[in-house]
């Protein structure tokens, strides 16, 4: 999906970007969680601009169960620059991230959380990171002014991820980053992976800074969620792995595995045949059992692996792994 | 129009070896009648390979560069090539010099024989025995085994391809080194000439002995795909028929159990048991048979699918 919208472009328009300072920027706002006072974060943020002096727009996209405050439908009104959207269920961040995307006309994409999370005065720092050469630049929260225990979490996320990017992140969940256009329209975005979106970049082969922006206090306030969000969270680090790592070759883990299952299996079934002519009878053993029972899950295992390979290859027409940066 | 050859050529930290082999490839195709374009794939080197293939581009305008967003592997960094070669023929080689442009011509020459693909064939290796040579021997009669083609040098980067050809096979992961089962496997004409090699100039060896296993499995992987991609019901089916049989014995030893003795409970249930197992693997393999069959019915009228021929006068 991403690598057909990429495969001949050539990426020229980084010296473009550069030079160009006054181009308009768009803020996308996903509303799916907490929010702040949103024409409140509205002001702080588009001043900041106004001061730079960048061109913008403000995209506000309300998941199912949110609604627009009167004040920013007033505000919406008055100005053309202030957009309102609304899903009519719960699609959750990463569709609202889309949409904003989609809908959004600037050359820069900037990804904003409904609440303050960090400082406006971030914003200059973030731009100019972007027109120094960066095709993503996104936040790390730092000072951090919140508690241990969100630090903790945040570090545990990252400990997580280490292994799975390409690069450390040291705030890969923070939700204020600045993308050049073609890239964010380029990102392999579904299901949960907003969480990943630097290092899906990194990965599709663009330029990806981090710059430090200090916190907001807002943001400080202790979270402590479900269990449930977490085991999600730790499926979507899963998935990501399993996408990161075998996306090309679905049979070099489904293969290992299940030659560990039919190793497994077989050994035991050697070994049940040893005794059978040493003079054991084995229809009263259930290791029998056991035995068929791993190596019949080795054999689907690595069946499941090759109906990968078969789509993998089937679509490889349609798929390149490389990105052209430069052309000359 | 574009040009009439494309020649391709993966750069991974290679800085030192950009200009010679510009130079080579200039000098080799100086007798050549046609025209002819040089494009030159930078695959997310680290070092200043980019900033000399944009020199060598800049001084001549046969000369074209290709920079890669990151280190995609030598695969991925050809395909790159291909996708933007212009060539109605077109020839890949290594971007370290052990490859010699020279043999170009030749190649190009037997290509218009008549073929489809002309694989080079390294003479005198001028590598190292056990990293290198050892392994490619073996990984070269394993190839041949299993895919049936006979080509000796799998490995050589040194190849001459027909467009058609390209159109229709896509490469992706480490699949460089199967190009010629997979074109066996749409139809192409394949043959082999003795090719010049040598040794290293500048720069590292890009390759370890680590790879071997990987190899193992993508050759496993490839042979399923070429045996079974047109039909891989039928694949899973022959998967499932040796434990349709294993079920079948055990409900005959059951069978047989239950009728000539007297047996324990725990022993009623192992047979049934097992045999009902193997029933399950067996129906659950028709099924995943199936589960592929669908994935691929929509790519199946693709044109690609046409196998590549020769047109008879």
Redesign the interface.
């Known amino acids: 999906m991403t690598a057909e919208g990429t ?2 472009e050539p990426t020229t328009e980084r010296s473009d970007a550069a030079s160009a300072a006054g181009r308009l920027v768009s803020v996308v706002v996903p509303v799916v969680e907490r929010t702040d006072d949103l024409v409140a974060l509205y002001r702080a943020f588009a001043g900041e601009l106004d001061r730079r002096g960048e061109e913008h727009e403000f995209l506000f996209v309300f998941d199912g169960g949110f609604t627009a405050p009167p004040e920013l439908v007033a505000l919406s009104h008055a100005q053309d620059s202030v957009r309102l959207f609304s899903f009519a269920r719960t699609f959750g961040e990463t569709a609202a991230l889309r949409l904003g995307i989609e809908r959004s006309r600037g050359d820069v994409v900037v990804t904003l959380p409904a609440y303050f999370q960090v400082q406006a005065e971030g914003m200059g720092p973030l731009l100019d990171a972007l027109r120094g050469g960066a095709d993503l630049v996104v936040a790390n929260r730092s000072p951090r002014v919140d508690s241990w225990l969100n630090r903790l979490q945040s570090r545990v996320f990252q400990r997580m991820l280490a292994g799975v990017t390409d690069r450390r992140f040291h705030d890969i969940a923070c939700g204020v980053r600045v993308i050049r256009r073609p890239v964010a329209e380029a990102l392999p975005l579904y299901g949960d992976l907003h969480r990943f979106i630097p290092a899906l970049a ?1 990965r ?3 330029r990806v800074d981090e710059v430090a922006v200090p916190q907001h206090p807002n943001d400080a306030r202790t979270r402590v969620y479900r269990p449930g969000t977490y085991l999600r969270r730790l499926l979507d680090v899963a998935a990501f792995f399993f996408l990161a790592k075998f996306t ?2 679905p ?2 883990f489904f ?1 290992l595995v299940g030659s560990v299952f039919f190793g497994l299996g077989a050994v035991t079934g050697l070994v049940l045949l040893v005794e059978r002519i040493a003079g054991q009878g ?5 290791l ?2 056991l035995a ?2 791993l190596i ?1 899950l080795g ?2 295992l690595m ?2 692996g ?2 990968g ?9 349609h ?10 | 129009m574009g040009p009439q050859l494309s020649v391709v050529a993966p750069l991974y930290n290679e800085s030192e070896n950009v200009q010679p082999l510009v130079e080579w490839i200039l000098e080799a195709l100086g007798t050549y009648p046609g025209t002819f374009e040089v494009i030159l794939v930078d695959d997310g080197s680290r070092d200043d390979t980019w900033d000399r293939i944009a020199g060598a581009a800049g001084a001549h305008p046969d000369v074209h560069g290709l920079r890669l967003g990151r280190n995609v592997g030598q695969t991925a960094a050809m395909m790159a090539g291909f996708d933007h070669a212009r060539g109605r023929v077109v020839v890949s080689l290594d971007g370290d010099l052990q490859n010699d442009p020279r043999d170009i011509p030749m190649l190009v020459a037997k290509l218009e024989e008549g073929y489809d693909l002309v694989c080079g064939w390294r003479q005198r290796r001028q590598d190292k025995l056990i990293l290198r040579k050892v392994p490619s021997w073996v990984a070269n009669r394993l190839i041949r085994r299993l895919t049936g083609v006979q080509i000796t040098d799998n490995g050589c980067s040194l190849k001459a391809y027909r467009r058609d050809l390209l159109d229709r096979i896509s490469l992706y992961a480490e699949q460089h080194r199967f190009i010629p089962a997979l074109s066996a496997s749409v139809g192409a004409r394949i043959t082999e000439l003795p090719v010049r090699h040598h040794a290293r100039r500048f720069g590292e060896s890009k390759y370890g002995i680590s790879r071997t296993v990987k190899v193992l499995v993508d050759l496993f992987t490839l042979k399923m795909i070429t045996t079974f991609r047109s039909r891989p019901l039928v694949g899973f089916a022959l998967a499932a028929i040796p434990m349709l049989m294993a079920a079948l014995a055990f409900s005959l030893l059951w069978a047989y159990a239950a009728t000539h003795f007297a047996p324990l409970k725990s022993e009623a249930i192992v047979f049934p048991g097992v045999a009902l197992l193997w029933l399950a693997a067996a129906f659950y393999l028709a099924m995943l048979g199936l589960v592929a069959e669908v994935a691929l019915s929509s790519e199946r009228e693709s044109a690609r699918e046409i196998p590549t021929a020769w047109e008879v006068r």
């Open positions: 495969l001949m990194l599709e082969g663009y090309e070759k049979l070099r293969g084995i229809a009263n053993r259930p029998l059992l068929v029972l019949a054999v689907q069946g499941l090759l109906v390979e078969i789509i993998v290859h089937l679509r490889s027409p798929r390149r792994a490389y990105r052209v940066r430069e052309r000359v």
